[in-house]
């Protein structure tokens, strides 16, 4: 029997018996349709999510790292809330879709690449979401060598040095790994539930670090007073626009997999609320406690320190260090989850449905994630803002072009809900694979970082020409992936897009949740 496509009086869309889909290759049941009655999340679930995700000892580098690179207090208060605001743009615009259909990120890809393209996309997003879910885990195992180096003493911190790192702090990473690794096995409710409980106790922990600091370091006035080194002429633009492609690039990933949440969502009213409400706040919060703290580190001890883990060790309150960093090893937990184990977990199950569970999604995840060598992208801020940032910021740029594109401009936000399950269906396109999403992708790509220079690439750019592209990767791969689609679905017939079953309109009520 197949399944009828349901459509309530708030606009959100449900298919009913789903049984008939079980025996496609495209089905499993972490990447159903999630029924009306289990989407339960309220304005607070997403705005305790986007504390949670926000208030993490990376977000805090990020914020840091601009005073590293020369910016003052201000420069750097304004980089990052214009970033903020851009990227919540196409977040919202790509929400939309988990909540009106209760699908994720990867099933809501194959609308436009393809069921067999869409796996093009989302293991972009998912081998990304690795390299982020290890340098999450490093700094977090960072944060628990220096509690313990704090209440263990000399012998746990000058202990013998394996491949460049002291053995322990070795350990450090691995139990905090573990411990993700734990969670996650247990399913997307108990990520949930871990979201709503830690979301209070991470600001707990990075106010205590600013109060210390701006204690010792005798309130604002010498912090704010600190001129920066760029000042408001040609070096400060120069360091401005790769610097806001960074603070775009670094929720451009959760652009794009934000349906992952969405698609628990009670209403479209309380996803994008709770969106509104929690990433600009949020996001700004941590901005100014990590601006003040690591200008007033520059105050304290002469130098920029970007690392909240290193900065707290310089401390000379054992209490102030243990209590602080265990909040943050919290926040950096819930971070580390909801931000970059959720989506690739579902991105792999996507690639091979019959084999890959949610579980068994985020256990490669975690593996992959060792393999990237997260400690070489934290080492410095040049390459953390620069070349991690900025390169994968242009990727993810293309991407959330072609579907920004395919959901608003051509699909006007009208899916075939069962057909994004069914070979031979209207997204089967050809063999599986839609060539003008594919074709879209590499033409932003290729205009968004085939110029990029410093760190890894080349002084001139991988394409000389392009380079001055590069310092805008982000908004430059969204523009040239969203025009080329746009342009290339003109010639879609209207057969291609018109062979849609007509949904039953019903009440809420009617539905047996």
């Known amino acids: 029997m197949e399944p009828t496509t349901r459509v309530h009086a708030d606009g959100r869309v ?70 903020n605001l851009v990227v919540l743009a196409p977040m919202l615009l790509n929400s939309h879709a988990g909540t009106k259909y209760g699908i994720p990120f990867p099933v809501f890809a194959r609308a436009f690449y393809g069921l067999r393209g869409a796996n093009l996309a989302a293991l972009l997003r998912a081998f990304i979401a690795c390299g982020w879910f290890g340098i999450q885990t490093w700094v977090g195992g960072e944060s628990i060598y220096v509690i313990t180096s704090r209440l263990a003493g000399s012998g746990w911190r000058d202990s013998a040095v394996v491949l460049g790192q002291h053995w322990t702090l070795w350990l450090s990473f691995a ?111 941590i901005a100014v406690v990590a601006i003040l703290t690591t200008s007033g580190g520059h105050v304290l001890y002469g130098q920029d320190i970007w690392d909240p883990a290193q900065l707290a060790d310089r401390f000379s309150s054992p209490v102030v260090v243990v209590v602080a960093l265990a909040a943050l090893v919290l ?85 075939n809900l069962k057909d994004l399950y069914t070979p031979g269906g209207v997204y089967w ?12 992708t590499l033409a932003g790509a290729v205009l968004a970082v085939g110029g990029a220079y410093g760190g890894p690439f080349p002084a001139g750019g991988l394409i000389p020409f392009l380079k001055p592209l590069y310092d805008y990767n982000w908004v430059v791969g969204l523009a040239g992936a969203f025009a080329v689609y746009v342009l290339t679905s003109r010639s879609v017939t209207k057969e291609e897009t018109s062979e849609r079953p007509g949904p039953s309109r019903i009440d809420p009520a009617a539905v047996d949740g």
């Open 175 to 285: 139990v905090f790994w573990l411990v993700q690794m734990l969670i996650i096995w247990r399913g997307m409710e108990a990520v949930r539930k871990f979201e709503n409980w830690t979301a209070p106790l991470v600001s707990a922990g990075f106010l205590i670090l600013l109060g210390y600091v701006l204690v010792k370091a005798g309130g604002l006035g010498p912090i704010l007073a600190d001129p920066g080194k760029l000042g408001w002429g040609p070096g400060f633009w120069k360091v401005f626009a790769p610097s806001l492609m960074a603070m775009i690039a670094f929720w451009s990933t959760l652009s794009l997999n934000m349906p992952d949440f969405t698609r628990f969502g009670g209403s479209q009213r309380k996803q994008v609320r709770g969106q509104i409400l929690g990433l600009p706040t949020t996001m700004t919060f």
């Open 14 to 83: 449900e298919l009913g018996d789903v049984r008939s889909l079980r025996g496609s290759r495209f089905f499993n049941e972490e990447l159903a349709p999630v029924p009306i009655g289990k989407r339960t999340w309220s304005t607070y679930n997403y705005f305790a999510l986007w504390m949670g995700m926000a208030h993490n000892i990376p977000s805090y580098a990020l914020a840091a790292s601009l005073i590293a690179l020369g910016m003052n207090w201000l420069q750097a208060l304004i980089t990052i809330t214009i970033g």
């Open 429 to 440: 396109f050809a063999g599986g694979w839609n060539w003008r999403a594919v074709a879209a």
């Open 331 to 415: 926040a950096t937990i819930s971070a580390n989850l909801a931000a970059n184990v959720v989506s690739p977990s579902y991105d792999f199950s996507n690639a091979f449905p019959r084999r890959i569970t949610f579980a068994l999604g985020g256990l490669i995840t975690g593996v992959v994630g060792i393999l990237i060598q997260p400690w070489r992208l934290y080492s410095d801020p040049g390459i953390y803002i620069f070349a991690w940032l900025g390169f994968y910021g242009g990727l993810l740029g293309a991407v959330a072009g072609v579907l920004v594109a395919g959901y608003w401009v051509v699909a006007r936000t009208e899916l």
